[in-house]
């Protein structure tokens, strides 16, 4: 069973035959799921239940108005199998659950979604499950086992685990290739990513996927200025790092270097729209959470590569002239040793 709403909290059980979902506070105007049944059919009995705020409510200013039968507390599906659509009534809630009272015909029946509907900012297609086991997020037909869009510009996905030590995984991914569960990646808790041995990373550097090919400019010179340093990070006192500083390097490549967001965090200052009553003073004045926004830099190291490659090559012709000039004078001074003979 899959339970659809704007911005779905968690998913209860609240008894035997009871199952609903939390969501944001809201009217609630229609409630929809669909009745899965053998091909005999099952006709399922229920009534649904909504969330005050303190305690759980029957709704009895339900009706069925597609797909099934019955108002007030007496409702019921068709046999067939198919979309079955109650409307609520406009009750305001924070939490829906459908009580299953009796199934009657066929070898047996199910719901396989459920849909929330109500004020006008509801996505009743916030999250999906279809049948073969794929979740969608912001997508009404997954691709994949888990399909996430979000559609707009925020964070897609966010995974957090409080480690003990900085070798605990935040993530793993395996794959059958090579045995089945065999280990491709895994992600810890201190920022580290490992892969098998013999394995690479890579990215695309197809011709066809360009355009304005240019030789580089020297690099040499750059990675001169560069200060390789030394440290211990703050999260990890002990563990001695050598690496650049984001500020230092941002002197030399200001496009490597970035602004990342940090985690969202709240602040209480005085609230500045507080308008003081009767007998209050300043110092009556409230205070209020606001949202403080920083960043952290980080440098995108993977362009590191080519431009050691190109300083690398710069050395080597600035080598291969010194040589050249060294042979010459060998063969000068060889001349010279050959006349005083």
Partial sequence: MVFISSKPRRIVSLNTGHCGLYLPTSTLSRLEFYNYTSTAGYAIGFYVKTYNGSSWVTNSSCSVTSGGSGTGTNLSTNSNEGWVVVDLGSVTGSGVAVVFTSATGGSYGAMTEMKIYGIAAFNS?????TDDGKVGIGVTSPSARLDVN???DELAFKAVRSGTTTTDLIASFH???GGSGTVKQEFTVGGDIYIPAGKTYGNRSDRKLKDNIQDATQKLPDLLRLRVRNFNTLI???NKVIDFIAQEFAEV???LVVDLPDPVAYQDVP????TPGEGQSE???PLKSVEVKTTTKAIKMTPMIPILVKALQEECFIR???EANVEALKMRLDILEGKQS
């Avoid at 297609?125 to 499950?129: K, R, S």
């Fill in 320 to 322: 291969s002239a010194l």
């Fill in 150 to 152: 979000v559609g707009v």
């Fill in 271 to 274: 609230d500045p729209d507080w």
């Fill in 236 to 238: 990890e006192p002990d």
């Fill in 283 to 285: 110092n009556d004045r």
């Fill in 253 to 255: 490549f200001p496009s």
């Fill in 175 to 177: 794959s059958d290739v």
């Fill in 125 to 129: 297609d916030a999250i999906i499950c």
